[in-house]
C-alpha cells in the first residue's frame, strides 16, 4: 500500500524501480520498529497462566541493545546500512540484495565485509574505557 501510495513521487533516475521498493519498505521497517520500542500494548484479556517469557529486565537489556545497534547503523553509510539490513535482518541473499540495489553479487559480498568490519570497530571502540575510567582505582 505504501508503495502505491509513494508512487507519485518516483521518478526514474537510472536505478532500478527495486530499489524504490526496497527504500519505502526500509522506512516502513523504520516506522515499526520506532514504534515498537515506545512501549508495551495493551491487551483484551489477562492470560491464564504464566508467562514464563523474559521479564521486564530482559526486555530492558534487549531494547538497550537494539537501540545501541540501531545507533552504530546510524553511523555507516546509507549503502553500507541498506546492505546490512538486507543482508543480516532480512535474510536476503547476496543476489537478491544485489539486484534490489542495482549491484553485483560481489560487490555486495565486499561492502558487507566491510561493513561489518567497519561495525565490529566501533562497537569496540564504544566498549573501549576512556583515559579517564582506566585512571580509576
Not at 41 to 48: M, Q, R
Not at 53 to 61: H, I, K, L, N, W
Amino acid at each position: 500500500m505504501a508503495v502505491i501510495a509513494a508512487l507519485p513521487t518516483f521518478e526514474h533516475r537510472g536505478s532500478p524501480f527495486e530499489a524504490f521498493v526496497y527504500s519505502v519498505a526500509s522506512h516502513k521497517l523504520a516506522d515499526a520498529q520506532r514504534t515498537l520500542l515506545r512501549g508495551p500494548t495493551p491487551v483484551a484479556e489477562f492470560p491464564d497462566r504464566v508467562d514464563h517469557s523474559g521479564g521486564p529486565e530482559d526486555r530492558a537489556v534487549a531494547r538497550d541493545e537494539l537501540r545501541r545497534v540501531m545507533s552504530l547503523l546510524d553511523q555507516l553509510p546509507t549503502s553500507s546500512r541498506e546492505i546490512l539490513i538486507l543482508r543480516v535482518a532480512m535474510g536476503m541473499s547476496a543476489e537478491e540484495t544485489a539486484a534490489a540495489l542495482g549491484m553485483s553479487a560481489g560487490a555486495v559480498r565486499v561492502a558487507q565485509h566491510r561493513a561489518l568490519a567497519k561495525v565490529r570497530a566501533m562497537s569496540a571502540d564504544a566498549a573501549a574505557p576512556t583515559p579517564s575510567e582506566r585512571a580509576r582505582p
